[in-house]
């Protein structure tokens, strides 16, 4: 399959105006995408969980117009104006464009908000891009007339695979927020049906000890981002130990099969949590280096190590391209970890804050 699969065949309806609600969550990868080529390609493939409480809601609110040379939007955060995001989205938009032709035949007033704080340091990007990406396809699908209520099997897979798709053009982590609970990205042999161009939900066997696994994310540092995640992925390009790092996270992906179909949770704490180093380890022998662990990263990492030594628990910690810590742990030790997380690790986080999440199956209209 190429892109150009995702060129859509002429549109058979018209539509004047109307609006469109979705929500999607975040995502939290076990296997770490940090590098990529040409337009929003992996260089490694990725996994991830899809969380279920942080997530954005999105209405696109479309109005026909007379094509015009530019895009036509704005955007709301909360209800206000937030032109800061508009040339994020502009980006998109002409990167989404040729799969999307109606683009400029609209003026959109696009409405969002998450379910987590602006300055959490938690990525907003994966379910904004995902939810924008669903209302697009929803247009479209009015456009194309097509019944969702009836259509076939395929056509929704296909659906899915081009909202994944567009995702991916927003942000690349985002094409994993389609669906869930496990989603693939990027081409891996031993995973069929993978793909560079969209995310895929985790086709093989799932052990029961992965059902509702549950996340919750430390506020370490809730501040902006200090390095884009564009330079960070950008900095991959000339870095001395790329090429070891892209064969070693695909490594790490066949071995999380077997231990997905296993269930063996202390191989799959080792893979996780060398993951979550590996992608800080890239930034900082990176040129110019950087470290987004805080101090009471490390702390939180050192405690859930003494925890898990002391007391036999399967949890362990994930990262992102930050400071909070992801705590992962089966929902069989809920009780135990998070009075944890309250008596031992909240002490490290900002004002106190936590986020409790869990394994979510990903976007879906708001009715
Ligand atoms: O989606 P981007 O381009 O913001 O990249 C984010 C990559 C990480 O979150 C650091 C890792 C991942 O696979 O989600």
């Given amino acids: 399959m190429s892109a150009d699969n995702f060129i859509p065949k002429p549109y058979s309806h018209s539509i004047e105006n109307g609006s469109v609600s979705v929500q999607a969550p975040s995502n939290i990868a076990l296997v770490k995408y940090w590098g990529k080529y040409g337009e929003q390609l992996p260089q490694n493939a990725s996994v991830s969980f899809t969380l279920s409480e942080c997530?954005?809601?999105?209405t696109l609110h479309f109005e026909k117009i007379s094509r015009s040379e530019n895009f036509n939007?704005?955007?709301?955060?909360?209800?206000?104006?937030?032109?800061?995001f508009e040339p994020k989205i502009q980006k998109f938009f002409e990167r989404v464009e040729k799969y999307v032709p109606f683009l400029k035949e609209y003026?959109?007033?696009?409405?969002?908000?998450?379910?987590?704080p602006h300055s959490s340091g938690i990525a907003s990007s994966a379910s904004g891009m995902s939810a924008l990406a669903v209302c697009l396809v929803q247009l479209e699908n009015q456009l194309l007339?097509?019944?969702?209520?009836t259509a076939l099997d395929e056509t929704r897979e296909s659906q899915?695979?081009?909202?994944?798709?567009?995702?991916?053009?927003?942000?690349?982590?985002?094409?994993?927020?389609?669906e869930g609970p496990l989603v693939v990205w990027?081409?891996?042999?031993?995973?069929?049906?993978?793909?560079n161009l969209f995310g895929v939900k985790y086709p093989d066997a799932v052990h029961e000890n992965f059902s509702n696994y549950q996340d919750t994310i430390l506020l370490v540092d809730k501040g902006e981002k200090q390095v884009s995640s564009t330079v960070g992925h950008d900095l991959m390009h000339d870095h001395p130990y790329s090429a070891e790092r892209f064969k070693e996270a695909n490594n790490n992906l066949a071995k999380l099969k077997t231990i997905f179909k296993e269930g063996d949770l202390s191989a799959f704490i080792e893979i996780v949590e060398s993951e979550a180093l590996q992608l800080h380890a890239m930034m900082m022998a990176s040129k110019p280096y950087f470290i987004l662990m805080k101090p009471n990263t490390l702390e939180i990492i050192n405690n859930i190590w003494d925890f898990r030594r002391e007391t036999g628990s399967e949890v362990c910690f994930t990262l992102d391209a930050g400071a909070n810590v992801h705590v992962l742990y089966p929902?069989?030790?809920?009780?135990?970890?998070?009075?944890?997380?309250?008596?031992?690790?909240?002490?490290?986080?900002?004002?106190?804050?936590?986020?409790?999440?869990?394994?979510?199956?990903g976007a879906r209209l708001i009715s």
Avoid: M
């Fill in 107 to 116: 003026k959109f007033k696009i409405e969002t908000k998450n379910t987590f």
């Fill in 160 to 178: 899915l695979n081009k909202a994944s798709f567009l995702a991916r053009l927003g942000s690349g982590s985002a094409s994993r927020s389609i």
């Fill in 145 to 149: 007339g097509v019944n969702l209520s």
């Fill in 55 to 58: 997530r954005t809601e999105t």
């Fill in 73 to 84: 939007f704005e955007v709301y955060l909360d209800g206000k104006r937030e032109e800061s």
């Fill in 186 to 195: 990027g081409v891996h042999p031993e995973i069929e049906g993978s793909s």
């Fill in 331 to 361: 929902v069989s030790e809920k009780e135990r970890v998070q009075k944890f997380i309250v008596e031992q690790l909240a002490v490290f986080c900002k004002n106190g804050e936590y986020i409790h999440d869990q394994c979510g199956l």
